[in-house]
């Protein structure tokens, strides 16, 4: 494992951030305005997605998008760690944080945070010691079942950070099961013969880190919690109680009435809006960067790259 630094146009971190700042806003606000679409959540090959940053960000440009984050599970993804050169694109920092609130696991994006931002930094590292210690569990528990080879397995791939979604591949490849659907059902999942609970951090502190550290905190798809009508409200409360700052509205396959829900409760709850696609590989076709409906004309006034912190 290990991650080749190479600086953005060979400037260095600083010279970066300070040429055009964490969400690269050197042109006028109302231009971009005009003609931004903003693909704010997606992953690379730095924790469960399958490409390279750099093939996420040609595929953005081909598909018209104007400000991609790049959000790795519990991996601040810097813009230096992008090698292409002259890209219209702007990389906008960000990250997805695993999260514990009540008995439940949900997703916390930050974005426009400083990636280099030692709480952050601690938070996160803290966060991928302990995706390493779950997978060293639910090795031993494979096994026991005559499933040899996962570590190795893991060693190989370019990930800082290890999801469970890294083992239903190696549970595929080995010929343990047919495909990453009964990986998670009879292995990985609750019930399933490897499940170890994860140890997430809490939703608060999440949420304060990515403040401190400067970014924008965003519920991410808050209905694929399965969770009720008054549940969701419950969350949503504590999000915004704890300093959260946009729910994402918009993401691969929402429902029209869903989207429509999420965008009334946060101009209920004066939350700014997100989008993105959650895009992971090109193997599941119906994601794609970009792939996601837009934000309907009620919310778009509070739509996050009209937060002040987009642009400071
Ligand atoms: P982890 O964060 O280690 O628990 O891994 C979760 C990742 O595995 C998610 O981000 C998804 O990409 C993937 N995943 C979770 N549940 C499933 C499932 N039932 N089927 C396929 N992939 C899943
Ligand atoms: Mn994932
Ligand atoms: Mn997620
Ligand atoms: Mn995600």
Aim: proline share 3%; net charge positive; glycine share 6%.
């Amino acid at each position: 494992m290990g991650i080749n630094l190479k600086l953005h146009n060979g400037k260095t971190s600083q010279e970066f951030t300070s040429r055009s700042n964490l969400f690269g806003s050197d042109i006028s606000t109302f231009r971009y305005h005009l003609n931004m679409k903003a693909d704010l959540h997606c992953h690379s090959y730095f924790s469960d997605g399958k490409h390279s940053p750099d093939f996420l960000l040609k595929r953005a440009e081909i598909n018209k998008i104007s400000h991609l984050a790049i959000t790795d599970h519990d991996f601040a993804f810097k813009p230096e760690l992008a090698e292409a050169q002259g890209s219209n694109v702007r990389l906008v920092s960000g990250v997805e944080i695993s999260c514990k609130w009540q008995t439940r696991e949900i997703h916390i994006v930050g974005i426009g945070i400083d990636p280099e931002h030692n709480v952050l930094d601690s938070l996160l590292l803290k966060q991928r010691q302990n995706r390493k210690l779950r997978v060293e569990k639910i090795n031993n528990l494979l096994v026991k079942s005559n499933i040899d080879g996962l570590m190795s397995y893991l060693a190989s791939q370019k990930a800082m950070s290890i999801t469970r979604s890294h083992v239903a591949d190696f549970l595929v490849l080995s010929g343990a099961t047919k495909n990453r659907k009964s990986a998670f059902t009879r292995f990985l999942g609750k019930g399933g013969r490897a499940f170890i609970p994860a140890d997430w951090t809490s939703m608060e502190e999440a949420i304060h880190t990515i403040a401190d550290s400067g970014g924008i905190s965003i519920l991410a798809h808050p209905s694929r919690y399965q969770l009720s009508r008054y549940q969701l409200t419950s969350l949503i409360d504590a999000f915004k109680n704890s300093g959260g700052m946009a729910l994402e509205v918009s993401y691969a396959s929402i429902n029209p009435n869903i989207q429509r829900m999420l965008e009334e409760t946060a101009l209920k709850n004066d939350l700014f809006v997100s989008a993105g696609s959650d895009f992971h590989d090109t193997k599941a076709h119906w994601t794609d960067i970009g792939k996601f409906p837009q934000i309907n004309p009620i919310a778009e006034k509070l739509a996050v790259w009209k937060h002040p912190k987009w642009c400071l």
